[in-house]
């Protein structure tokens, strides 16, 4: 933790003014400020490099990881979180990190040297496609992207939405989720494919912004599928296993996410507190205020439950796996982005008109706090989740309440 503290303070903080600079004098969708290649060579040179990945029973040739538990991971994260674009220079971005472990846990050692090696050694981007317009996602039983057996190849026909970095510059594959036997049991018709991006009858539609941010180059997009066709061993562990690879994928993603949530809350407590020391009103510092120091003194009390929450998490998917810390991981993916958001929305008080303009970065950080709630997964799905696991604990066997 303390080598990439010591990073962040040398190399990242000084370099974030002048990747912004580049930034604003680019095509930001087809280029990458210089600066930010500059600093993926020295985090992969000081070995500040895939540090996301813990130890696993399928390190193999292709991939040996730090070895970091999801616990000790959690500062670390934390850390990047604090820069937007910090995880990227240490090759910890999503959606990156997620495809990185479905291919390390499920992958042919063919599909490993393809899609996987270039990624690890940060050549190439990806992008999930699992979300669609037409139909309500969040039940990814609705999925209706067609998935087609022809012969030595699959036949992809559909549209995905928020498939965040599809267009990037570097992004060499999609991972895609669809549907390949809807006569099957329900949690059986959907499959996850390897779909390179050059493939012919895939289109970006557009970019979809986020209450006016596009983040670009990275940028979340809307991509039409028509009769795009994939070699057949580009399928990820078999048809019917799309739901399996999913929930190997997306529990650690969303703990992640959580990190990068704590991350926020600090950044905006800072801000607070430094905004409302530096201004008078009514004759006092307005931190001096009574309805301020309550809103301080709640905003740390949160801040310091969702990182226990989060560790509780972490610690469980390390000593039980992830399939048995689904409750806690509902319970911080539920909590930390609304704990965040209220905290941002706070500072954002404080700092009065300035708040919502671009000068102090806290809308920016508003609507990226914001869309946590509905990534892998909207907050409604994971409440219910976590509701039927705790009444199953009262439940008699016949159904009715014990």
């Known amino acids: 933790m303390e080598r990439v503290r010591a990073f962040m303070d040398e190399h990242i903080v000084p370099a974030v003014p002048i990747y912004h600079q580049q930034l604003a004098a680019i095509d930001r969708w087809a280029e990458i400020p210089p600066i930010f290649e500059q600093l993926k060579a020295k985090a992969r040179a000081e070995g500040l ?5 813990p130890p696993s029973e399928h390190d193999d040739a292709f991939f040996t990881s730090v070895g970091l538990t999801n616990v000790e991971y959690a500062p670390i994260a934390e850390l990047m979180g604090r820069i937007s674009f ?37 050549e190439t981007r990806s992008a999930f496609l699992m979300t669609e317009p037409a139909v309500a996602s969040s039940d990814a039983r609705n999925i209706q992207t067609e998935i087609r057996r022809e012969g030595d190849e699959y036949v992809i026909n559909g549209r995905k939405w928020w498939s965040s970095g599809a267009g990037h510059p570097r992004c060499a594959f999609y991972i895609l989720m669809g549907k390949t036997d809807p006569d099957a049991a329900p949690y059986h018709q959907q499959s996850m494919i390897l779909v390179p991006r050059d493939t012919p009858g895939i289109t970006l539609v557009r970019h979809l912004p986020v209450f006016g941010y596009d983040h670009a180059p990275h940028g979340h997009f809307e991509v039409l599928l028509e009769n795009v066709r994939v070699p057949a061993e580009n399928l990820l562990l078999g048809e019917g296993r799309g739901f399996e690879i999913a929930q190997g994928r997306l529990g650690p993603g969303r703990i992640h996410h959580a990190m990068r949530n704590i991350a926020t809350m600090e950044v905006a407590l800072e801000k607070t507190c430094r905004r409302l020391l530096s201004r008078r009103a009514f004759g006092k510092a307005i931190a001096e205020h009574s309805v301020w120091e309550e809103r301080i003194a709640r905003a740390r009390c949160e801040i310091e439950m969702a990182r226990l929450l989060c560790l509780k998490a972490a610690h469980m998917m390390d000593t039980v796996g992830n399939k048995e810390a689904r409750a806690e991981i509902a319970m911080i993916k539920i909590a930390a982005p609304k704990m965040a958001q209220r905290i941002v929305d706070e500072a954002i008080q404080a700092h009065g008109g300035g708040g919502v303009s671009d000068d102090f970065g806290l809308a920016e950080l508003w609507a990226n706090t914001r869309i946590v709630r509905l990534t892998d997964g909207p907050d409604e799905v994971h409440e219910r989740q976590l509701a039927r696991m705790e009444l199953a604990k009262y439940r008699e066997p016949d159904g009715a309440a014990s």
């Open 49 to 53: 490099w895939n540090i996301f990945m």
């Open 86 to 122: 910090a995880s990227e220079v240490f090759n910890c971005m999503a959606p990156d990190t997620g495809n990185f472990e479905v291919l390390h846990r499920y992958g042919t050692p063919e599909q490993k040297q393809r899609f996987m090696v270039p990624l690890r050694d940060g």
